[in-house]
RNA sequence: GGCCCCAUCGUCUAGUGGUCAGGACAUCGGCCUCUCACGCCGGUAACAGGGGUUCGAAUCCCCUUGGGGUCGCCA
């Protein structure tokens, strides 16, 4: 308790604040959602600014939808994102089986308990019964549907003996239900609204609700932080934590993040799968940056250190408004924190996606050849693209970057320059632009009329770091052997038909 | 439809009764320049509408409109 205490090194009351224990519980659907990523963000923020404890839970109590499969690619994100946990699959802890579907004999204790205090009771309706009044209370034009049960109130007793049954709680139909959100303010419900819920199927599994209440008791977990569309089951899981007789923990809504044209946000948007930004070649904090500006601000700073952001993150700042996914503005902070890192850890970063375009260049060459990208590159993808080639031979050479430039007319002027390099020395780029500017001042050309052709001989592109850069990343030899390789593309000397 | 939530530039947001309504992304000009970027300078651009409260409302209250969420023996 005390060590507990001392961990806490920011400005928060003693005791209660100290007691930090937050949960992250996606259900495995296969892929770890962008939006999902946010609410993970804040809970792991908080957890890690006070010193607390992450808790991360898989919700799988519904269909053998689940496999350990798709539970695998979330943990992977959420290891390739840095959000680590204290507690859950793979790391165990004091709580645990942190998957729900091993914890069902717990939530059957739970609601066999529910039913003897008479917080809960046995409905034996069948599921067929129970859609009939549905779809007789639909086809009176109701749309708000509340199943009534018979075994309620009444002293009715089960169909026979062994009758299969669901658990539903005993709601209360009168009054209000309501809490304080850290983020939405206070907010009540009539608890006309709420219904005799099912806790446990027939089947025996738990529901959703009824399972995280379960589950957040145990763990004592001390704030919910989850998606804005869980507003309408905090009501609900209210009036569990109250049959339980259990303290509710706090509760923190986070508004939905939204596509371009402000629907649910969808492959139209860009990626929706966190490994999808993985592949892309995008930073890890660099998403996180963005996700945490996307209803959290500080002012006026927009780019943000993973450990700023630890230190910095607060509640208060989060804003209930549903955002926007703007690609744009990730990009821009994506840039940010390419260009904070250094050439070396570029370098290393970029190599998986080198290696993936079938290149295996040296260290130093790539760092120095990433010296010369880093201004020029968004994602990790980018760096790997336009680092290309200075390690293919020969260089991909665009075709129309060769028509228009690796002509006749300019053949002169590149054998030129080729013979000029061949006595330079040392080949480095300020030697280099000194030796060219005077050799164009003596010739009488311009850079403007030399630089294209040279450099769609040299990077096989239109559009390439400097000039002199590039010649000195790529060495005396080189330079001058793709000058002088660059004659007329093959295909365009038969071009005509020859 | 019931219930709940939300509402400042195109987008993300600052603003908590008195500001020329600020910043960032995007966008549009310009500078730099061997291309493309980076960088720098500058511009366009917002309080959804209507009522109140107040000496004074982007800020407080109500209504309207618009958007979103949710109404399962899914999560």
Redesign the pocket.
Known sequence: MIARTDRCRHDCPPGVMSEVRVRFAP?PTGYLHIGGVRTALFNWLWARRHGGSFILRI?????DRNLRESTSVILESMRWLGLDWDEGPEVGGPHGPYFQSERLELYRAYAERLVATGHAFR?Y???EE?EAA?AAHEARGG?????VSPWRDGRRPPPHSDAPY?IRLRAPRTGSTGFVDLV???????NE?QQD??LL???G?P???FACVVDDVEMGITLVARG??????TPPQLLLYEALGRTPPRFAHLP?I?GQD???LSKRDGAVSTTEYRDAGYLPDALLNYLA???W?H??Q?VFRRDELVALFDWS?V??????W?P??L??IQAEHLRALSDARIAELAMPFLERAGLRPDRRTLEAAVATVR??AVTLVDVADMVDFYFREPPRIDEQAAARFLVESTRAAREELAALLETVEPFDAATL?ARVHQWLQQTGRS??QV??PA?VALTGR???????EVMAVLGKERTVARLRAADPRPSQLTSTGG
Do not use: W
């Open positions: 259900s919700e799988d109590t519904d269909v409905c309706a069948t599921r129970v549905r749309r708000d549907f509340r199943f669901a939405k303010g206070r907010i009540d419900v009539p609204q819920f099912v199927r027939q089947n599994l529901l959703y609700n804005d569309d869980h507003v309408v089951n939905m939204l402000g629907k649910k500006r996307l209803g601000s002012g006026d927009e700042r804003g209930a408004t549903a955002a926007r703007d744009k503005k990009a821009y201004t020029r632009e850079l403007k630089a294209q450099r239109t559009a390439s770091p400097g000039l002199f």
